[in-house]
């Protein structure tokens, strides 16, 4: 945990950002006041320039707290990966989340004042203070309860606050009557009640379980879509059976088309550049893509081994009668094959798996591995193995299970979410349930399919 403020007392929010964004996946910002610096827009410009994604929330009112020429780059970057929704009249959190990295929560609004000169005060949490302490959960609901309280940014709504910031400034005398008269009007302000007295918590998250639910079975029937076609003879490979579940085929066909297609190592955030290329045509991008995944013209020792070796360890030891009586050993060697598991291992500081100075990656991914089989949920109620037990063969449906076992502190295990949960779920039952992680939602939108990368 590190102090947020003027020097010497702490470090400045512009070097925290500094740190963060070049390694970060995406940026998470709610924030009620910004303005155009000189000569750039604090934050958005960086995230743009690193291609990171950007999910912005910022303030809705008379007063034009997000000052027209922001709202302008907004809408002009949003093929870029820049995305804004407006919250009217109560949003006054200052937070950022570099994904990945860590938070900032505190005082400083998106000005140049706030970002070097006030005398502001927060505190940035690595990632793993932020799983650690439980304080994760509470940015997913808090940016949940966001999203649901709060409209898109349009044209037109960016023409509605570009006018009235003209006529502001010829009225400075008559600010406030202009106010009452631009928010009765407008469909999205002039409903005054406060978000706080009217929403509680329970309500706030059955809506979230909902729009998790929906957006989760929605982008499964688009993964299944795939799975048919490349698991039909007209474009699986020669080197895949037949008999391998059109799930597992699936989802080796999105891992080589995204890593050796999209190729993310050419540049940060290849998949936007493909989605812009794609969106208007999906359905022949995906059959093209096929076509080269059936003529088998590319490296696929990788493919082959997690179809023939990986996949069937994920679906004989985490069978529903065996899963609970496996060795450490067993535990070890299945849970290490998840790719989203590794993924999120390797970013997990060393001091946080006990490890020292430079364990190598696949060391920190078993360190992991083995811790979590003896560890318990966040309230102490159930071990690893049970929570997994119940994600993966409980009652009801799987998205639901999901969203329990990362929201619900009898079965939240920390460092494990939706995105490892959906993966390890579809190798087990991948005839219901194909694999998803973050590689397969970026692969999908390259394709021309937009699905939330954060998952």
Known sequence: MQFVGLKPAGELLRAVHAKCIADCEAVLAAIPYAEKGRPEILLFDDCLHEKKPLHFYGRSDGTCPIAPEVLQWLIRNEPRGARCRLVPHYLHAKVIWWIGQGAYIGSANLTDRAWNQNFE????????????????????????????????????????????ARKRSHAQNELHKLQEEFEKDHANLKDRSSPITHHGPQTSLSQRRRNFVNEW??????????????????????????????????????????????????????????????????DQAIRSALQWWRDGSYPHAHEEETIYGQAPLFIENFAEDKILRLTEKEWVTTLAGSYAFGDHTTKMGNSALGLGSFPGGRTKVETHARLLYTSRSVSGRHSTPEVFRYMLWGPGEAADRIFECANNPDYKIPHIGPNILGEIIGWVRPNEYPPRNSRTNKALTALGRYVKVIV
């Open 121 to 164: 005060a927060g505190l940035f949490l690595t990632d793993d203070e932020l799983d650690e302490g439980g304080i994760s959960l509470k940015l997913r609901e808090f940016f949940d309860q966001l999203e649901d309280g709060s409209f898109p940014l349009t044209q037109e709504e960016y023409e509605h606050q570009r006018d009235l």
């Open 217 to 282: 079975n929605d982008t499964l029937q688009i993964i299944r879509s795939i799975g048919v076609l490349a698991s039909s003879d007209e474009f699986r490979p020669n080197w895949i059976k037949p008999s391998v579940p059109a799930g597992v085929q699936c989802d080796q066909f999105l891992h080589a088309y995204y890593y050796q297609q999209v190729d993310p190592r050419s540049e940060k955030n290849a998949y936007l550049r493909d989605y812009e290329k794609n969106k208007k045509n999906p």
